[in-house]
């Protein structure tokens, strides 16, 4: 199959619930009013570090609408789908973007890029010469 290669975000990101890999940024987030099979859902405008599935016509809540489903590409678990074309005028704006399922997904702070500053003085005895 090949090695997998996956982008690393900064800072905040929404993660794998299963293996931790990064999907997407908050400042992707386009809305958190979104539902799904398993409960609560998030539409980003992007996402990284997935696979898709095939192209597949959905009848949901909002109409019909084409799309695929994603997958994490490091553990392979269904995290959300992705809208590829709406049939209804009105649902037009969610082409293009990705829903990811919450109960799919973490929102994580990359703690490797924090730094612990020491705010106490020393309180050494002896004295450097």
Known sequence: M???????LEGRSYRCRFC?????????LVSRSFH???GKAYLFNRSVNISMGPLE???MLSGMH?????????????VGWKYESAHEKAQKYKEGKFVLERGRIVDEID???EVYIDTHGST?????S
């Open 36 to 38: 799904c099979r398993r």
């Open 2 to 8: 090949g090695r997998i290669f996956t982008v690393e």
């Open 66 to 78: 084409t799309v695929a489903d994603i997958f994490c590409c490091c553990c392979g678990q269904n």
């Open 111 to 113: 703690l490797s890029t």
């Open 57 to 59: 016509e959905r009848l």
């Open 124 to 128: 050494s005895d002896t004295e450097d």
């Open 20 to 28: 931790r890999t990064h999907l997407a940024l908050p400042d992707d």
